[in-house]
């Protein structure tokens, strides 16, 4: 089974390739991450958000994961940050054209 932690929080910018230039770095930190299996990084300007869609290989991780993340998040200011967790159902996604799913 795998676990999904939904992450949210207010976000003033930079977005798209600015984004890219200034979070490359800690998107190497979080790679490395136990039991880490991917991680989508989100944006949306027009509500001033970012954050991330995590798949872990184990709630453990996932959970110690969001602890580690949401107090590095506030010591760079940021507040109001969210984490949600999900249990993946594998069979209803790879129906769904989450192929890419058997393969994690």
């Given amino acids: 089974m795998k676990f999904l932690l939904q ?3 207010p976000y003033n910018g930079p977005f ?3 984004m890219t230039e200034a ?3 800690l998107a190497k930190d979080i790679a490395t991450e136990k039991g880490l ?5 989100t944006e949306n300007k027009n509500t001033n958000e970012a954050g991330g869609i995590y798949v872990f290989d184990n ?10 993340h949401t107090e590095r998040l506030e010591s760079f200011g940021f507040k109001n940050i969210k ?4 249990e993946i159902n594998e069979e209803l ?3 769904s054209k989450a192929s890419f ?3 994690l």
């Fill in 16 to 18: 798209n390739k600015e």
């Fill in 37 to 41: 299996i991917f991680k989508l990084w």
């Fill in 7 to 9: 992450l949210d929080f």
């Fill in 101 to 103: 799913i058997k393969d």
């Fill in 59 to 68: 709630m453990e991780d996932a959970k110690r994961y969001l602890k580690k």
């Fill in 93 to 95: 996604s790879l129906l």
């Fill in 83 to 86: 984490g949600k967790f999900f």
């Fill in 23 to 25: 979070m490359s770095d």
